[in-house]
């Protein structure tokens, strides 16, 4: 601190009782003209004295303002300089003597420690961190100064040193500002957060009655869209954030069990009936995530900026979601039990016509057309030609979909541990059923489990956690939906009197019910599915401010499956030219991760200064085989391929993925008021040629919490949080799948090989030149609290870019291939508002009442493709539209004649 020169005397006259430092030194610059100069972190310029001076010399007022802190001064020219003395030997041994070395326990309200907590001197930042057992030691303390004790999740708390303080009880923070928010590669809170990030926690996501934990997010996050394929068990689910960014390719997010990337597509094959999850291969049906039980889960957090995304580089182009599984705690061992079991109905039917509608129409629709005479045979107008009886009234909507559907979900488990090691173990059972005729169910068994251990001095640090998950699905391989709404309401009983399928003879036996959907019920699917992931993590302190931490990620997918047509499917006068067969399908999918990281944090000034280096090694390789086994002797041996007198492979499917990067962050904490965060990543991926394997990404984030501030902090009324934060970087993508830059062959299926040499033809057109996508984000963010954090809004705007897309380009057909995988110029551009309000009504006790609404206003469009009139995509593109413009054919009515 500076105080300049004015006049020129040496004489000062003044009087005033409890005066401060300042003031006093603000006199002498007056009327001396003397520049002051002392740092105000080593002197206390707010201590009052007493001051009568009338006409004194400077050096006697000096010596009244310094007697009593321990000060000297210096005078060179006309410059003042004021520093604390330096203490005799006999001064600081009896210093030593009068300061305390203060020590106590952080503990929360149920006793249990806090291992990690702060505890810092208020005035100097000087501090410490607790042990395992929550016990902090702070020596050199003066006794009675004022100490913060701060932990993640709780209130900060003031309290006066003291040599042996006992228990440092910090109660839990019911602001949703203050719960834990799992980011890439590390923790933090809604309050500092300088990204877009949302959290779901366990205690949401355990009410909701589904089989997949993405549809427990439905409606819960702003900017999230999440789509079923089907109803059904096991469903495909798209999921999309933030918008499409990649028109063809890599729209889905970046999936994190624990540190472990996961799979977004399921393996190729599967149930047809299941849908897929909007990924490039049309055959993939059904959803990974199903085979993951939502009772494990403790949170997930939704990463969609660039400040949140850019440092997992080109796989969180599309943003991502982080599952982070249930752990042990500290403490007494605890049991939990639940149960669920429900039913579920189609709950609305379409309005149909009865029979006497329907007969009405069908005659009339042959006389439009000039037919006097219903079609004879069973071939022919059975509803009319009487094969089929008239009087009958059927409601197939009751009859295909009007059954009920069973949910059963059981979960237990056990946890607990001591200051050292935590455990947890817990086990799942779930069964669904359809509203279809017939026995069809989805029944999955999962166990889980978490052991952590931590030596003594904290140094040494792991975890292991493992989930695996058994599915057994026999969902139909055929939808009744359609049928139960196109069969005529006149159409002939489903069974016959044996139980069998009806195929309604006529006189002279040959079938008219040919298309009798109950034959599929006969037909069998049945797909086992084996999900094992696994996942542990090695820490150890290098130094105090310095830690090693490596994570070893491991997952398998392994999956089995027969399609079963018998000979009952088929109408009796076309058993003759059928054959039973069987399906018989095997796919395994397994990856790991290893990303080594080195994680530096240190207090700077009046911040928080960490340091992030890492790098990921990752490998996923895949394998899917179809086989057809055929004309078997019975139904019994339809399980064993050695039985089959025919056998051909109907597909196959063989794949390989390695991915390295380096990434990086640094973020700065400065009072928690002011937040800076720079990540960056370098990616290299198998799917580009040698000359663009590698790209560089990268983001900055800063965030300022003005309602920190000394001038807004007393004035701001109901106002108790305010954030401004913003955002840009890039990120990218390679989801194009693998070998695309190759020149590809695949085999010719043959039933006779010409001349015993398997055929091979070309299947891909090579292009070398292939890149990495692009995606550029803007953007910015604003978050309130009301009445002590007990009303929250945030608002986030985004803008982003997506160029140098990959997609597939048409061409001629005189090339001999209907196209290429390529890099196109044109610019896909997502934009919109996220706006959330939530708010704590009630929090007595056990009993807890909160609400939660939220709104996007997104937007999609082509902002730009060069030449696009002279491109292939002319008909299918517009720029200044959205990518789902297209021609159609404009519906006038119906003509009257």
Same mark, same amino acid.
């Given at each position: 601190?500076?105080?300049?020169?004015?006049?020129?005397?040496?004489?000062?006259?003044?009087?005033?009782?409890?005066?401060?430092?300042?003031?006093?030194?603000?006199?002498?610059?007056?009327?001396?003209?003397?520049?002051?100069?002392?740092?105000?972190?080593?002197?206390?310029?707010?201590?009052?004295?007493?001051?009568?001076?009338?006409?004194?010399?400077?050096?006697?007022?000096?010596?009244?303002?310094?007697?009593? /802190?321990?000060?000297?001064?210096?005078?060179?020219?006309?410059?003042?300089?004021?520093?604390?003395?330096?203490?005799?030997?006999?001064?600081?041994?009896? +210093?030593?003597?009068?300061?305390?070395?203060?020590?106590?326990?952080?503990?929360?309200?149920?006793? #249990?420690?806090?291992?990690?907590?702060?505890?810092?001197?208020?005035?100097?930042?000087?501090?410490?961190?607790?042990?395992?057992?929550?016990?902090?030691?702070?020596?050199?303390?003066?006794?009675?100064?004022?100490?913060?004790?701060?932990?993640?999740? %709780?209130?900060?708390?003031?309290?006066?040193?003291?040599?042996?303080?006992?228990?440092?009880?910090?109660?839990?923070?019911?602001?949703?500002?203050?719960?834990?928010?799992?980011?890439?590669?590390?923790?933090?809170? /809604?309050?500092?957060?300088?990204?877009?990030?949302?959290?779901?926690? @366990?205690?949401?996501?355990?009410? /909701?009655?589904?089989?997949?934990?993405?549809?427990?997010?439905?409606?819960?996050?702003?900017?999230?869209?999440?789509?079923?394929?089907?109803?059904? @068990?096991?469903?495909?689910?798209?999921?999309?954030?933030?918008?499409?960014?990649? &028109?063809? =390719?890599?729209?889905?997010?970046? =999936?994190?069990?624990?540190?472990?990337?996961?799979?977004?597509?399921?393996?190729?094959?599967?149930?047809?009936?299941?849908?897929?999850?909007?990924?490039?291969?049309?055959?993939?049906?059904?959803?990974?995530?199903?085979?993951?039980?939502?009772?494990?889960?403790?949170?997930?957090?939704?990463?969609?900026?660039?400040? @949140?995304?850019?440092? %997992?580089?080109?796989?969180?182009?599309?943003?991502?979601?982080?599952?982070?599984?249930?752990?042990?705690?500290?403490?007494?061992? #605890?049991?939990?039990?639940?149960?669920?079991?429900?039913?579920?109905?189609?709950?609305?039917?379409?309005?149909?016509?009865?029979?006497?509608? =329907?007969?009405?129409?069908?005659?009339?629709?042959?006389? +439009?057309?000039?037919?006097?005479?219903?079609?004879?045979?069973?071939?022919?107008?059975?509803?009319?030609?009487?094969?089929?009886?008239?009087?009958?009234?059927?409601?197939? $909507?009751?009859?295909?979909?009007?059954?009920?559907?069973g949910y059963q979900d059981m979960n237990a488990s056990v946890s607990g541990g001591g200051n050292l090691t935590t455990f947890f173990l817990g086990a799942g059972y779930h069964?669904?059923?359809?509203?279809?005729?017939?026995?069809?169910?989805?029944?999955?068994?999962?166990?889980?489990?978490?052991?952590?251990?931590?030596?003594?001095?904290?140094?040494?640090?792991?975890?292991?956690?493992?989930?695996?998950?058994?599915?057994?699905?026999?969902?139909?391989?055929?939808?009744?939906?359609?049928?139960?709404?196109?069969?005529?309401?006149?159409?002939?009983?489903? %069974?016959?009197?044996?139980?069998?399928?009806?195929?309604?003879?006529?006189?002279?036996?040959?079938?008219?019910?040919?298309?009798?959907?109950?034959?599929?019920?006969?037909?069998?699917?049945?797909?086992?599915?084996?999900?094992?992931?696994?996942?542990?993590?090695?820490?150890?302190?290098?130094?105090?401010?310095?830690?090693?931490?490596?994570?070893? *990620?491991? !997952?398998?997918?392994?999956?089995?499956?027969?399609?079963?047509?018998?000979?009952?499917?088929?109408?009796?006068?076309?058993?003759?030219?059928?054959? #039973?067969?069987?399906?018989?399908? !095997?796919?395994?999918?397994?990856?790991?991760?290893?990303?080594?990281?080195?994680?530096?944090?240190?207090?700077?000034?009046?911040?928080?200064?960490?340091?992030?280096?890492?790098?990921?090694?990752? $490998?996923?390789?895949?394998?899917?085989?179809?086989?057809?086994?055929?004309?078997?002797? !019975?139904?019994?041996?339809?399980?064993?391929?050695?039985?089959?007198?025919?056998?051909?492979?109907?597909?196959?499917?063989?794949?390989?993925?390695? %991915?390295?990067?380096?990434?990086?962050?640094? !973020?700065?904490?400065?009072?928690?008021?002011?937040?800076?965060?720079?990540?960056?990543?370098?990616?290299?991926s198998s799917r580009f040629g040698p000359a663009n394997q590698f790209h560089n990404f990268g983001a900055v984030g800063a965030a300022w919490i003005f309602s920190k501030e000394?001038?807004?902090?007393?004035?701001?009324?109901?106002?108790?949080?305010?954030?401004?934060? *913003?955002? =840009?970087?890039?990120?990218?993508?390679?989801?194009?799948?693998?070998?695309?830059?190759?020149?590809?062959?695949g085999p010719m299926p043959q039933d006779i090989a010409y001349q015993g040499i398997p055929v091979y033809s070309p299947n891909g057109l090579t292009n070398p030149n292939l890149?990495?996508?692009?995606?550029?984000?803007?953007?910015?963010?604003?978050?309130?609290?009301?009445?002590?954090?007990?009303?929250?809004?945030?608002?986030?705007?985004?803008?982003?870019?997506?160029?140098? /897309?990959?997609?597939?380009?048409?061409?001629?057909?005189?090339?001999?291939?209907?196209?290429?995988?390529?890099?196109?110029? &044109?610019?896909?551009?997502?934009?919109?508002?996220?706006?959330?309000?939530?708010?704590? +009504?009630?929090?007595?006790?056990?009993?807890?009442?909160?609400?939660?609404?939220?709104?996007?206003?997104?937007?999609?469009?082509?902002?730009? &493709?060069?030449?696009?009139?002279?491109?292939?995509?002319?008909?299918?593109?517009?720029? *200044?539209?959205?990518?789902?413009?297209?021609?159609?054919?404009?519906?006038?009515?119906?003509?009257?004649?």
């Open positions: 601190m500076q105080v300049s020169a004015a006049t020129f005397a040496q004489k000062l006259t003044y009087a005033k009782n409890g005066a401060s430092l300042e003031e006093v030194f603000k006199e002498i610059r007056k009327q001396t003209g003397y520049n002051v100069f002392y740092s105000n972190k080593k002197i206390d310029d707010t201590r009052k004295i007493d001051v009568h001076f009338k006409d004194a010399e400077l050096k006697d007022v000096l010596e009244v303002c310094v007697e009593k /802190q321990s000060l000297e001064y210096t005078i060179d020219d006309k410059n003042i300089f004021i520093k604390p003395k330096d203490p005799t030997f006999l001064e600081r041994l009896a +210093n030593r003597w009068a300061s305390i070395d203060a020590n106590g326990r952080v503990v929360d309200s149920e006793n #249990r420690p806090l291992p990690g907590a702060s505890v810092k001197v208020k005035k100097t930042g000087k501090g410490v961190s607790t042990d395992k057992d929550g016990r902090f030691f702070l020596r050199g303390v003066e006794e009675g100064t004022v100490l913060v004790v701060s932990f993640i999740g %709780y209130l900060p708390m003031e309290v006066n040193a003291s040599a042996n303080m006992g228990n440092v009880v910090l109660e839990q923070s019911l602001s949703k500002l203050d719960e834990v928010q799992v980011i890439a590669y590390g923790t933090t809170t /809604q309050r500092l957060s300088t990204g877009n990030v949302t959290t779901i926690k @366990a205690d949401v996501i355990e009410k /909701q009655p589904v089989n997949n934990p993405l549809l427990a997010l439905q409606g819960r996050v702003p900017g999230l869209f999440i789509e079923q394929a089907t109803g059904f @068990a096991g469903t495909g689910v798209t999921v999309r954030i933030q918008g499409k960014n990649s &028109y063809m =390719y890599g729209r889905d997010p970046l =999936y994190v069990i624990d540190g472990v990337p996961y799979s977004s597509q399921s393996m190729p094959a599967g149930n047809p009936i299941l849908g897929n999850s909007g990924g490039i291969d049309s055959y993939s049906y059904g959803n990974p995530l199903s085979l993951i039980n939502p009772a494990d889960i403790e949170s997930i957090d939704v990463l969609k900026d660039a400040a @949140a995304t850019a440092i %997992y580089g080109s796989r969180a182009a599309n943003g991502a979601i982080l599952i982070t599984t249930k752990k042990g705690k500290a403490g007494d061992t #605890r049991v939990n039990f639940n149960l669920q079991s429900g039913w579920a109905k189609v709950p609305h039917k379409l309005e149909l016509m009865n029979n006497v509608q =329907y007969l009405e129409m069908r005659r009339e629709a042959l006389k +439009n057309d000039g037919i006097l005479t219903p079609a004879p045979g069973n071939y022919g107008d059975n509803d009319l030609n009487g094969n089929w009886d008239g009087s009958r009234n059927m409601d197939w $909507q009751r009859e295909l979909i009007g059954g009920t559907a069964r669904e059923t359809t509203v279809f005729p017939g026995t069809f169910a989805d029944k999955k068994g999962s166990l889980h489990f978490n052991i952590g251990n931590t030596t003594p001095n904290q140094r040494f640090n792991i975890q292991f956690s493992g989930s695996y998950l058994y599915d057994h699905n026999q969902m139909p391989s055929y939808d009744f939906t359609l049928d139960a709404l196109r069969l005529p309401p006149v159409a002939p009983d489903l %069974y016959n009197r044996s139980g069998g399928a009806n195929w309604a003879p006529d006189a002279l036996g040959n079938s008219t019910f040919m298309v009798n959907p109950i034959g599929y019920v006969i037909n069998k699917f049945l797909d086992k599915t084996t999900n094992l992931t696994t996942n542990m993590v090695i820490s150890y302190k290098l130094l105090k401010d310095l830690e090693f931490k490596s994570n070893f *990620g491991y !997952n398998s997918l392994v999956s089995s499956s027969t399609n079963k047509s018998f000979l009952g499917s088929s109408a009796p006068e076309f058993i003759q030219y059928s054959s #039973r067969s069987t399906i018989f399908g !095997n796919a395994n999918s397994s990856s790991w991760t290893i990303e080594p990281q080195l994680a530096f944090n240190r207090k700077v000034s009046q911040g928080i200064l960490e340091v992030l280096l890492g790098a990921t090694l990752t $490998q996923n390789q895949g394998r899917a085989t179809q086989i057809l086994g055929g004309s078997f002797s !019975n139904d019994l041996v339809m399980d064993d391929l050695l039985s089959a007198p025919r056998v051909k492979a109907v597909s196959t499917f063989s794949s390989k993925y390695r %991915y390295n990067a380096l990434f990086g962050r640094i !973020n700065y904490n400065w009072q928690d008021k002011y937040i800076l965060d720079l990540t960056a990543r370098r990616d290299g000394d001038l807004l902090q007393n004035h701001l009324g109901i106002l108790s949080f305010g954030k401004l934060r *913003g955002s =840009y970087g890039t990120t990218g993508s390679d989801q194009i799948g693998d070998y695309r830059f190759l020149s590809l062959y890149q990495w996508e692009a995606t550029r984000k803007l953007q910015i963010g604003l978050d309130l609290g009301f009445f002590k954090d007990r009303v929250l809004f945030k608002a986030n705007y985004y803008r982003n870019h997506s160029s140098n /897309q990959l997609a597939g380009y048409d061409l001629p057909s005189i090339t001999g291939f209907g196209s290429i995988t390529k890099n196109q110029a &044109y610019k896909i551009r997502n934009s919109g508002w996220e706006l959330i309000l939530s708010s704590t +009504n009630i929090s007595l006790g056990s009993l807890n009442w909160s609400s939660s609404i939220n709104l996007t206003v997104p937007k999609t469009l082509l902002v730009d &493709y060069p030449d696009i009139l002279k491109s292939s995509a002319a008909s299918t593109l517009f720029i *200044g539209k959205s990518l789902f413009a297209g021609y159609f054919y404009h519906y006038l009515s119906v003509d009257p004649a």
